[in-house]
């Protein structure tokens, strides 16, 4: 919050050495330029998952905006890390901004279904969510171990089609298995061979529909 400029090793050394042979030197800033940036970028410090062999249900569940949020802040932060105090906005990123645009847009979700339950609102999110996102490089694509689902899109969210849920209940008996309960992925730490799994569907529409179904897998997956 100091309105400086930090030169670390090499620089700071040489402008030293410039300042000390020069007299009455001056420096000015170049203004900023709004400039458009790619969106839908993995950040770097985004939690990966996939690592867990043992439970059967692949992390995260989906991805939301968390970079360079304007979110509001409290003007008595308990640290400075927290922020400048006196402010009542500011620009941060992280899960503190990611998590929030979820809670909201299930907020949302259930305002619009005021009878779903919390399973059906989060497999509307996942199953409407975007999947294309880019790894941290900006060009590699990222996969489901990077974003879950996708990004969620509220444009569609409230209009799944059907939605998937699932008792706490049945979740505590398929500890151990959880690629059975009903749950909106699916993802198996260690498949050898063939293996039959289910998934119970509730259409949330008023007419009646055909749905297709489709796998795009790695080539090793037939």
């Known amino acids: 919050f100091i309105p400086s ?24 800033f170049t203004p900023g330029v709004a400039t458009a940036v790619q969106g839908d970028v993995m950040a770097p410090f985004s939690s990966r998952g996939g690592a867990d062999q043992t439970l059967g249900v692949s992390k995260p569940d989906i991805t939301a905006p968390g970079m360079q949020i304007l979110a509001g802040h409290s003007p008595l932060p308990a640290t400075i890390e927290g922020g400048s105090p006196g402010q009542l906005f500011q620009v941060i990123q992280g899960t ?15 305002a619009a279904h005021p009878d779903w339950s919390p ?7 996942m199953m409407t969510a ?3 996102q880019a790894k941290e490089d900006g060009i590699t694509p990222a996969d489901a171990f990077d974003h879950g689902s996708g990004r969620i899109d509220l444009s569609t969210a409230a ?22 309960a009903n749950y909106p992925s699916l993802y198996l730490p260690n498949l050898v061979g063939e293996i039959t799994v289910q998934r119970t569907l ?12 489709s796998v795009d897998s790695s080539a090793d997956l037939i």
């Open 5 to 28: 400029v930090h030169l670390e090793n090499d620089s700071g050394t040489l402008l030293l050495d410039f300042m000390s042979s020069h007299a009455g030197v001056t420096a000015t």
């Open 96 to 110: 503190s901004m990611s998590s929030p645009h979820v809670a909201g847009s299930a907020a949302l979700i259930k």
């Open 119 to 125: 399973g059906q609102i989060k497999s509307a999110l």
């Open 130 to 132: 975007l999947g294309n």
């Open 159 to 180: 209009q799944p089609g059907f939605t998937i849920s699932d008792s706490a209940v049945n979740y505590i008996a398929l500890e151990k298995e959880l690629w059975n």
């Open 202 to 213: 509730h259409s949330e529409m008023d007419r009646n529909a055909v749905w297709k179904l």
